[in-house]
């Protein structure tokens, strides 16, 4: 059984970095494509980032040169690194293996200002 579960998610002033974690079990993960998104508030999940099987990564606009995907096919876990958050990141991130379209159940980050 295919599991993806996130984790990192915390409380954090504004202007603080935080990584988030999406540990994939259950199948070859190295062999995915994996992706971050955040839940908006009218549920629909908004694209962040992309990695692919090569580590060619992919970003929506709003967070270019501020968060970072990478991963490690060894623990087979996407990151999401996040820089100089604000209040208007706050949500809940979920990771998906994109190339068999699952995600995990997200985690959630807060950003005080």
């Known amino acids: 059984q295919v599991q993806l579960v996130e984790s990192g998610g915390a409380l954090v002033p504004a202007g603080k970095s935080l990584t988030l974690s999406c540990e994939v079990s259950?199948?070859?993960?190295?062999?995915?494509?994996g992706g971050w998104y955040r839940r908006a508030p009218d549920g629909r999940h908004d694209f962040l980032a992309l990695?692919?099987?090569?580590?060619?990564?992919t970003y929506h606009d709003s967070v270019k040169g501020q968060f970072t995907i990478s991963r490690d096919n060894t623990k087979s876990t996407v990151f999401l690194h996040m820089h100089d958050l604000k209040p208007g990141h706050t949500g809940v991130y979920l990771c998906?293996?994109?190339?068999?379209?699952?995600w995990g159940q997200g985690t959630h980050v807060t950003v005080s200002s």
């Open positions: 259950g199948r070859f993960f190295s062999a995915d494509t």
């Open positions: 998906k293996d994109v190339t068999i379209d699952y």
């Open positions: 990695i692919h099987v090569d580590g060619l990564t």
